[in-house]
């Protein structure tokens, strides 16, 4: 069965530290674009960052704060997150794209991505 499944969630306060994973199964990872997403409670699901073979991409509202590495021996893909702010509260999915497909990542528009796991929630709250 070809999927991703995320863990690493949980509850932590204002300035604290996450670190989710997301290991895919069926499928491996080389030939693909990973991309890391959240949606929050009633707003639009949005892009936290995406890797391409070594090249990274981060939103300015996570820049600094989050980072992206891929181990493709362990078909994982992991965010580590500090600093973490109320507004990072959300459902964090990850989905990925053959790279030689036709998509595109940012933190409002992506397309092409596939194989979405079912999530994992992350709260910031005091």
């Known amino acids: 069965q070809v999927q991703f499944v995320e863990s690493g969630g949980g509850l932590v306060q204002p300035g604290g530290s996450l670190r989710l994973s997301c290991a895919a199964s069926?499928?491996?990872?080389?030939?693909?674009?990973i991309g890391w997403f959240r949606q929050a409670p009633g707003k639009e699901r949005e892009g936290v960052s995406c890797?391409?073979?070594?090249?990274?991409v981060y939103p300015d509202s996570v820049k600094g704060r989050f980072t992206i590495s891929r181990d493709d021996a362990e078909n994982t893909v992991y965010l580590e997150m500090s600093g973490l702010k109320t507004e990072d509260t959300g459902v964090y999915y990850c989905?990925?794209?053959?790279?030689?497909?036709?998509?595109?990542?940012?933190?409002?528009?992506?397309?092409?991505?596939?194989?979405w796991g079912k999530g994992t929630q992350v709260t910031v709250s005091s």
């Open positions: 069926g499928f491996t990872l080389d030939d693909y674009a």
């Open positions: 989905a990925a794209a053959r790279v030689q497909s036709n998509w595109h990542f940012s933190q409002t528009t992506f397309y092409g991505m596939e194989h």
């Open positions: 890797i391409s073979g070594t090249t990274t």
